[in-house]
């Protein structure tokens, strides 16, 4: 007490030295009686925002930041900054920037008092309560520690002054942490409740001046509290959320870089327990559970936007913590989310929320239904334009102007596709019709699926020449070789788009790295010279192509020997272009220049960058203008490469139960013999046979976003001889089930059926 007594003497007699604001004693008017010195700079600003906002007698702040009274006051502050209401929350004050006559300093940081409870004496001590009964020292314990913001750094920081002010360590003992709380939830009610009384305490005291080490060090221990699971402490833990919301962009660079350190247990019951409370805030149980949501209209983007810092910790752990769909709120998939789209098309990242402000939180379902219906927008505005052009032009009205038609030959499936996209280019954005020549099919989905897929299957065959198939990565990657035409590429990109915009999966297999350079950017620059698909390359995205070169390339970085003597490198690569080896200069005068132990990581990155996107740039350009050609919508914002790559090629993972759970039936029930034995047959079937059978029913191998139960399957009865083939109307995801009558006749005759679908009969 003495130390703390002679340390405010001490800045007492310091402020006595300061000279004062006013140039004279200030005017009678105000009633103030003579000025008094001001405690700390918190509370000076906070007056003088009283002043500003008082009505006709006080004072307003000028322009140039000067401080003016509105009865005649002739005495000014000098050259105060400028002074906001969340002022605390918006920057970080210095007092570098603070004129002379305000540079009072700011009270001490509270010393914080010495706690020697260790986590083996309070698991003792609850235990030895719960033998007993006698709960009065834990009682005590759990009072005090929750009693400020002070006593929660007392008990769980590691050394109760030190200064822990690095990303690096929260100085939080997250031993003692986990203990407290895995042990509060079994302690009795009363001992439950002084913690959130304590807890709305804390909340509740004015702080003064911007954030400390030791608030952010609070804040990280009490959103770890597992009460918060419990509805009836929601308002509470609403306005944790709120604070922790509102801190400095600073604050929150610190909070992410602590909880990235968190377990990977307690981690998930963190982002469980927020997702759960957007949920319940937005759907709750009972109508009276929780306060108006007109009342409270706060706590949803409070909560978001903590969530969004468990998300960026994620993002920078390597690996994550948890994989990026377990961020999905699922409920989300029943709000309005296209008016939320709206808001943020309009809006952006303003104060005005939305959900698309935080797209980790939505899920790749609602991500496609959104683009879905964006597609669905612009299609209908572009056939309306070409519907009005020609009512205009008084030209009789052609039902066909409203599609966009392909007509192919099966024999040049290929050329013809490529000169019809090319000729129809304004079309693109029209509903998809394809129609095969010299077949009766009439396309009600089915034609489309099936032109997609083979024409996928001709332009990745490497006898084309277009992609190079990587063997050890198992995926395509782009050719090198340079020509004067590069339509062949915007066409595939082309193919992707429409794929997307027509809700077909592709039976494509691009590495991942592809997909980010797709969004790179993710919306078409304005300038038709700006780079596009230029994404940082790293070695791990190397990886992801060429597996084998990125081994070698990371064994020269961690070689410990002589590099420039033993590998004998020089900043000049050599690449094979159409059976020809050609050499390239990674940087001027590269073939003079050796590789070295100082410039290696220098060459590693030139010759990832040269691989993945500089040796390929003038085709992956003419990809990226062909994908975005049809693709161009905002909400290609939203996404992540992976969920990019789920639009386009669906799931790869097939399964057959989940299947036969969504399957509707038609002329049968699930329990007549023959669906027994179709199912019985079609889940002992291998891989290749299950994807056959999708092909055959769906025109795609490939399954949705929404997975299995999104196709809505159909299976119905046929009356005709037992020795027919099934059919499928893959326009409609069905196959017609003669009644057989044993299970070896109805394998025999799925699998031929199914090893023999392609065409649509003769005319």
């Known amino acids: 007490m003495d130390g703390e007594h002679s340390a405010l003497s001490g800045v007492e007699r310091e402020r006595e030295r300061l000279p004062p604001i006013y140039t004279s004693s200030p005017p009678a008017v105000l009633g103030r009686g003579p000025k008094q010195p001001f405690p700390s700079l918190g509370t000076f600003i906070s007056t003088l925002s009283q002043r500003r906002d008082a009505g006709g007698r006080g004072f307003a702040v000028g322009i140039g930041g000067t401080l003016t009274g509105s009865v005649g006051i002739r005495h000014t502050v000098r050259e105060l900054p400028p002074i906001c209401s969340d002022v605390r929350q918006k920057q970080r004050l210095s007092i570098d920037t603070l004129p002379p006559e305000v540079k009072a300093p700011f009270p001490p940081d509270p010393i914080i008092p010495l706690r020697t409870k260790t986590t083996k004496e309070f698991q003792e001590d609850v235990e030895r309560a719960a033998q007993s009964g006698d709960w009065r020292e834990v009682r005590e314990f759990y009072l005090t520690t929750f009693d400020s913001f002070v006593e929660i750094n007392a008990a769980f920081k590691r050394e109760a002054n030190g200064l822990f002010n690095t990303i690096e360590d929260s100085g939080v003992n997250a031993k003692f942490v986990s203990a407290v709380y895995d042990s509060l939830l079994s302690t009795p009610q009363d001992i439950q409740k002084c913690v959130l009384k304590g807890i709305i305490n804390s909340l509740l005291r ?50 992410v870089h602590w909880l990235k350190r968190l377990s990977a247990r307690r981690f998930r019951q963190l982002v469980e327990r927020l997702l759960q409370f957007i949920s319940t805030r937005l759907f709750p149980a009972e109508p009276d559970e929780l306060p108006p949501l007109a009342k409270c209209s706060w706590w949803i983007p409070s909560a978001t936007k903590v969530l969004s810092l468990f998300n960026a910790a994620n993002s920078v752990s390597s690996p994550p913590i948890m994989p990026f769909t377990d961020f999905y709120n699922i409920t989300l998939e029943h709000v309005d989310f296209m008016e939320d789209y709206r808001t943020w098309q309009n809006y952006g990242n303003s104060n005005r929320f939305s959900f698309c402000q935080f797209p980790f939180i939505l899920s790749t379902v609602v991500k496609k239904a959104i683009i879905q219906k ?390």
């Open 374 to 763: 964006d597609s669905e927008q612009q299609m209908i505005s572009q056939a309306r334009l070409s519907l009005v052009s020609k009512v205009s032009r008084r030209q009789r009205v052609d039902m066909n102007l409203l599609f966009l038609n392909i007509k192919v030959r099966r024999a040049q499936l290929l050329s013809d596709s490529l000169d019809e996209l090319m000729r129809k280019r304004c079309d693109l954005k029209k509903k998809l019709r394809v129609t095969f020549v010299g077949e009766a099919g009439l396309d009600m989905g089915g034609l489309t699926k099936e032109w997609f897929l083979l024409l996928v299957r001709q332009i990745f065959h490497t006898d084309y020449g277009m992609f190079s198939f990587m063997k050890d990565s198992r995926c395509h990657w782009f050719s090198s070789w340079k020509s004067d035409n590069y339509s062949e590429f915007q066409m595939v990109g082309t193919l992707m788009g429409l794929a997307v915009y027509n809700s077909i999966a592709l039976d494509i297999h691009f590495p991942l790295y592809c997909y980010r350079k797709l969004l790179t950017p993710p919306t078409v620059p304005c300038d038709p010279n700006a780079l596009v698909g230029m994404a940082t390359a790293t070695l791990d995205d190397l990886q992801q192509v060429m597996p084998d070169l990125a081994h070698g390339l990371a064994e020269l970085l961690s070689y410990e020997g002589n590099v420039e003597e033993d590998f004998y490198l020089t900043f000049q690569v050599f690449q094979e272009e159409m059976g020809v080896v050609k050499s390239y200069n990674l940087k001027p005068g590269g073939d003079k220049i050796p590789v070295t132990k100082q410039n290696r990581k220098e060459y590693v990155q030139l010759y990832i960058d040269f691989l993945l996107n500089k040796s390929i740039y003038k085709q992956f350009a003419a990809f990226y203008h062909g994908f975005h050609s049809v693709c161009a919508s905002d909400a290609l914002m939203l996404l992540r490469p992976e969920e990019v790559e789920m639009l386009v090629c669906g799931s790869p993972e097939l399964d057959m139960s989940a299947l036969q759970k969504a399957a509707q039936y038609e002329g049968y029930s699930k329990m007549d013999a023959t669906v027994r034995c179709f199912w019985d047959v079609v889940l002992a079937f291998p891989l290749e046979l299950q994807k056959k059978l999708l092909h055959f029913a769906t025109g795609s191998d490939r399954v949705p976003v929404g997975g299995m139960a999104d196709l809505n399957f159909k299976i119905s009865k046929i009356d005709v001889p037992a020795d027919w083939l099934p059919i499928s109307h893959t326009c409609f995801n069905q196959i017609c089930l003669p009644p057989y009558r044993t299970r070896k006749e109805l394998k025999h005759k799925l699998t031929i059926a199914i090893s023999n679908a392609e065409g649509f009969g003769l005319e």
């Open 206 to 255: 004015e702080w003064k001046g911007p954030r400390t080490k030791d608030d952010l060090r609070a804040y990280f221990v009490l959103i770890q509290n597992p009460q918060y699971s419990s509805t009836s402490t929601y308002v509470i833990f609403a306005h944790l959320l709120r604070q922790i919301a509102a801190l400095s962009e600073a604050d929150h660079h610190f909070l």
